[in-house]
């Protein structure tokens, strides 16, 4: 695995490897989240990360979730702080227990709230860490997984701009204005924005 994670009673010791040599102090920390990134990602903007659904995908929940009956969920998020996307997480879901099929499905916790409404620490496996040139931004993506008692998921997360852990702030304010008049408020509306709308596979 592209992951250690080790300690004793005098050290704790982390070993990323595989992952690109160029990657910062701070990037191997995200990289080694364990269901906690939206907590890393607010303690390095200093603000509130918010989660924004862009699909779920979700099997027919005929049965309360079991190790006999699992119910899965496709699904993606935006990481947004500020106005801006900080990470896209793609992510396949099996849930084998009825608290994580409410916490998740009924109650909308996020996958890393959930781990930790269910008080348990998971098993992280980091599978595979990328950096990619996409038109003027570098990329910085992994794909790792996380298991806990009846829930694991695979997750591909998405930091669209490395130069947001080089920048900080400044990277986050930038185009604030333009953001700002976008984001301004509109005439009441029946239609439902597009990222509220969870479909369903029978």
């Known amino acids: 695995m592209p992951s250690i994670d080790s300690f004793s009673t005098a050290s704790t010791s982390v070993q990323l490897s595989c992952i690109p040599s160029d990657t910062t102090g701070i990037e191997r920390i995200m990289l080694a989240a364990q269901g906690d990134l939206q907590r890393l990602l607010s303690t390095f903007f200093l603000r509130p990360i918010f989660v924004e659904p ?3 995908d979700t099997s027919p929940r005929l049965h309360s979730a079991s190790p006999d009956y ?3 969920q496709s699904r993606r998020v935006h990481l947004v702080c500020a106005g801006k996307v900080v990470c896209v997480a793609t992510s396949t879901v099996t849930l084998t227990s009825p608290v994580a099929e409410r916490l998740l499905l009924d109650e909308k916790f996020p ?3 959930t781990i930790r409404k269910l008080g348990q620490c998971p098993r992280f496996s980091l599978l595979n860490v990328e950096t990619l040139t996409v038109g003027t931004k570098r990329e910085l993506r ?3 997984t996380l298991e806990t008692e ?3 998921a695979e997750i591909l997360e998405v930091f669209p701009d490395r130069d947001m852990f080089i920048r900080g702030e400044a990277w986050l304010l930038e185009g604030q204005a333009e953001r700002d008049v976008t984001c301004a408020p509109v005439t009441e509306s029946h239609v439902k924005p597009e990222w ?3 479909s369903v596979v029978h």
């Open 54 to 56: 862009v699909y779920a």
């Open 142 to 144: 992994r794909t790792y």
């Open 111 to 113: 996958i890393g709230q």
């Open 196 to 198: 509220l709308t969870l």
């Open 70 to 72: 699992a119910i899965t």
């Open 150 to 152: 009846g829930f694991s």
